[in-house]
């Protein structure tokens, strides 16, 4: 669910496409998940995602990684829960792959495919959409994950009996 929020590895396109055979450093993120639950509606957030991006032959690799304990959804409880669901002690970091051509820096708009990793499994999204915002200091990168339980093998954990929804998007704002 918060895994997904590794998709802010896209932000680091724009910069990367400047200077071929670069490396790149991701700064700060925000990533937020969103349950939603016939009783209430919950976001869980990190600020802790990390990730690198080097760039050669007209392709930047881009990986960005985000420990599960690090969101935090105002409830330590339900984080605790949330931990054990995603299976976060045997898999404690979510992880985002994917490949951007240099080319797609031009566009305010990126589709990325992205390989998201979170416990134990990878979802492939294809061309997922990311805004991009560059100003004569900073560029950054907003979009949103459409990750899913099911996507993860995750049964929906239940509160009095009732299952959460299987949507759990991930909002990604990278600068």
């Given at each position: 669910?918060?895994?997904?929020?590794?998709?802010?590895?896209?932000?680091?396109?724009r910069?990367?496409?400047?200077?071929?055979?670069?490396?790149?450093?991701?700064?700060?993120?925000?990533?937020?998940?969103?349950?939603?639950?016939p009783?209430?509606?919950?976001?869980g957030?990190?600020?802790?995602?990390?990730?690198?991006?080097?760039?050669?032959?007209?392709?930047?690799?881009?990986?960005?990684?985000?420990?599960?304990?690090?969101?935090?959804?105002?409830?330590?409880?339900?984080?605790?829960?949330?931990?054990?669901?995603?299976?976060?002690?045997?898999?404690?970091?979510?992880?985002?792959?994917?490949?951007?051509?240099?080319?797609?820096?031009?566009?305010?708009?990126?589709?990325?495919?992205?390989?998201?990793?979170?416990?134990?499994?990878?979802?492939h999204?294809?061309?997922?959409?990311?805004?991009?915002?560059?100003?004569?200091?900073?560029?950054?990168?907003?979009g949103?994950?459409?990750?899913?339980?099911?996507?993860?093998?995750?049964?929906?954990?239940?509160?009095?009996?009732?299952?959460?929804?299987n949507?759990?998007?991930?909002?990604?704002?990278?600068?």
């Open positions: 669910m918060k895994e997904l929020l590794c998709v802010c590895l896209v932000l680091l396109a910069p990367l496409a400047a200077a071929p055979g670069a490396q790149w450093t991701l700064v700060r993120s925000t990533l937020t998940y969103h349950v939603s639950h009783l209430h509606q919950m976001e957030v990190s600020h802790a995602a990390r990730g690198k991006a080097v760039c050669a032959a007209g392709e930047c690799e881009v990986l960005v990684a985000v420990p599960l304990r690090s969101f935090d959804s105002g409830d330590t409880n339900r984080d605790l829960h949330m931990q054990q669901a995603a299976r976060g002690a045997t898999f404690p970091m979510v992880t985002v792959r994917t490949k951007v051509p240099e080319s797609s820096a031009a566009s305010d708009t990126i589709h990325a495919d992205l390989d998201v990793e979170f416990a134990r499994e990878t979802a999204y294809k061309q997922v959409p990311f805004q991009v915002t560059t100003t004569a200091d900073e560029t950054r990168i907003t949103t994950i459409p990750a899913t339980l099911s996507d993860f093998k995750i049964d929906p954990p239940s509160l009095l009996t009732m299952p959460i929804k949507q759990i998007p991930v909002m990604v704002e990278m600068t």
